[in-house]
């Protein structure tokens, strides 16, 4: 006699009883709505390069020096500097006590301390921006706060040395006659 046969199994199922449709599926329990579901999508093509995106997300907090290669996204709290290579994008959860340097920001919440940008700064609606800021470009929708002075320049302004020069340049054009 074999121990697994075909036999065998026919007349152990004809034993058995037919199970109801609860026996055979556990019960199902109401689940309660939380709202809309958002789901992330990917890039329908990947990016040119194979760096990441930086995301600091509501309840971080981090204080010190901060750096990011790429592009960044804070909606959290940062106390310190920020440096980046790219863009920052500061929510409007986040809550920044930083100076600030990157290729662009986009400010949407709350910073105090000198923004530096190479490229521009854009300060939203929902913005409070206090301090100063240095770019190029300098965009400040309406119903944004900002307290600072503004300098619109390259990143890092020349020397502002005073250039001397020679004595006969200097004497007025009226005296000269």
Not at 37 to 53: C, K, Q, S, V, W
Not at 123 to 152: D, Q, Y
């Amino acid at each position: 006699m074999a121990i697994f046969s075909k036999e065998t199994d026919r007349n152990s199922r004809a034993n058995e009883t037919p199970k109801t449709p609860s026996q055979v599926a556990p019960a199902l329990q109401p689940v309660e709505d939380r709202g809309p579901i958002r789901l992330a999508t990917a890039p329908a093509a990947p990016a040119a390069h194979d760096e990441g995106r930086a995301y600091l997300d509501k309840g971080s907090k981090v204080s010190g020096k901060l750096s990011f290669d790429g592009p960044a996204r804070i909606d959290g709290q940062v106390d310190g500097e920020i440096h980046a290579k790219e863009s920052i994008v500061i929510g409007e959860s986040a809550v920044v006590t930083a100076q600030i340097k990157a290729a662009s920001v986009v400010v949407a919440g709350k910073i105090s301390g000198d923004i530096v940008a190479a490229q521009r700064i854009e300060i939203r609606p929902s913005a409070k921006v206090l301090g100063n800021v240095t770019s190029p470009v300098l965009i400040i929708h309406e119903g944004a706060l900002f307290e600072g002075h503004c300098s619109m320049q390259a990143e890092s302004p020349r020397d502002n040395k005073v250039a001397v020069f020679p004595k006969e340049e200097r004497i007025p054009q009226a005296q000269k006659a």
